[in-house]
């Protein structure tokens, strides 16, 4: 379970209109489609032993060269994405995303066998 997190929040519908905090995640609205899409970094998700109470970065724009997680490459590259951070609360084994279309960030959901990210 996730104890914080700072994220941006990309609604693939809509275009950019308002930018804020609600609580502690930093929140972009778009209105007309022109969402940026992160790039697919890996066709697999990635197994990864997370330690409790440790801060991890999980990389959202899909440039980092330490996927899956950040190395700062947002900032150039993509600079309308920001890294989701986030705590666990035990330590565990999971599966992280790789494609960076899941629905559930930072964790898989199966999306990398989808046939859009399958042919990229």
């Not at 609604?11 to 995640?25: D, E, V």
């Not at 565990?92 to 790789?98: A, Q, S």
Request: glycine share 6%; hydrophobic share 35%; net charge positive.
């Amino acid at each position: 379970m996730l104890r914080w997190a700072l994220c941006a929040v990309r609604r693939p519908a809509r275009a950019l209109t308002w930018f804020g905090r609600i609580g502690s995640c930093q929140v972009r609205w778009f209105t007309d489609g022109s969402a940026p899409a992160p790039v697919i970094a890996a066709k697999h998700p990635f197994q990864v032993d997370l330690t409790a109470e440790k801060r991890y970065a999980w990389c959202a724009c899909g440039h980092s060269k330490k996927q899956p997680f950040c190395d700062g490459s947002h900032k150039k590259a993509s600079p309308s994405f920001s890294p989701l951070r986030f705590v666990v609360e035990e330590s565990k084994t999971v599966w992280l995303c790789g494609c960076k279309q899941t629905k559930n960030q930072p964790y898989c959901d199966g999306t990398h066998k989808s046939e859009l990210v399958q042919k990229s």
